[in-house]
T-cell receptor
């Protein structure tokens, strides 16, 4: 019940296209859903996060869509660029500042 | 704001020796710090959670006597890998959170430390 399932494992998108990564969870107590971007040999960096009281949050080219009833959330990267090529992790946590449960990660490659 | 540093970024040691990794929050006071390890092409695995001035809480399967965690101040936590063996070779990443300090509820991650045990 603590798992966060992430798909796909890898994704290849053409430059300018839309990258979509999906996550699903079971624990209805989760109330914080961040997305992290990680480049090889670096620590993860927070991209965008959402709480379940909103269905969508947009920051620049990055959008989180959240479906509380389906217990799913997704990351959309608009106008994908080669510099977006990285590994993306979704995560979830219960309560404020608590430990995160991570998805397995998605390796994104944007072809120029 | 919300910068977390780790030192060293790379360490190579001989089997049987101990290695200490430092994690610092540079511009905020971290009430809670987390330690993760990450194997190649895998996700982050939480090892332990530490709060300043108290004992760390270890995840199931993580040997607390092998991975010693000290959170001596609100800006510093250390992870010591004792009697390291080749199977301990991994990427160790810390993160810090500071609820109630205007940084939201997120965790801010350090750049990671690559440990290679020969």
């Amino acid at each position: 019940q603590q798992q966060v399932k992430q798909s796909p494992q890898s994704l290849i998108v053409q430059k300018g296209g839309i990258s979509i990564i999906n996550c699903a969870y079971e624990n209805t107590a989760f109330d914080y859903f961040p997305w992290y971007q990680q480049f090889p040999g670096k620590g993860p960096a927070l991209l965008i996060a959402i709480r379940p009281d909103v269905s969508e949050k947009k920051e620049g080219r990055f959008t989180i869509s959240f479906n509380k009833s389906a217990k799913q959330f997704s990351l959309h990267i608009m106008d994908s660029q080669p510099g977006d090529s990285a590994t993306y992790f979704c995560a979830a946590s219960v309560k404020y500042g608590n430990k995160l449960v991570f998805g397995a990660g998605t390796i994104l490659r944007v072809k120029s | 704001g919300a910068v977390v540093s780790q030192h060293p970024s790379w360490v190579i040691c001989k089997s049987g020796t101990s290695v200490k990794i430092e994690c610092r929050s540079l511009d905020f006071q971290a009430t809670t710090m987390f330690w993760y390890r990450q194997f190649p092409k895998q996700s982050l695995m939480l090892m332990a959670t530490s709060n300043e001035g108290s004992k760390a809480t270890y995840e199931q399967g993580v040997e607390k006597d092998k991975f010693l965690i000290n959170h001596a101040s609100l800006t510093l936590s250390t992870l010591t890998v004792t009697s390291a063996h080749p199977e301990d070779s991994s990427f160790y990443i810390c993160s810090a959170s500071a609820p109630g300090q205007g940084l939201g509820e997120t965790q801010y991650f350090g750049p990671g430390t690559r440990l290679l045990v020969l």
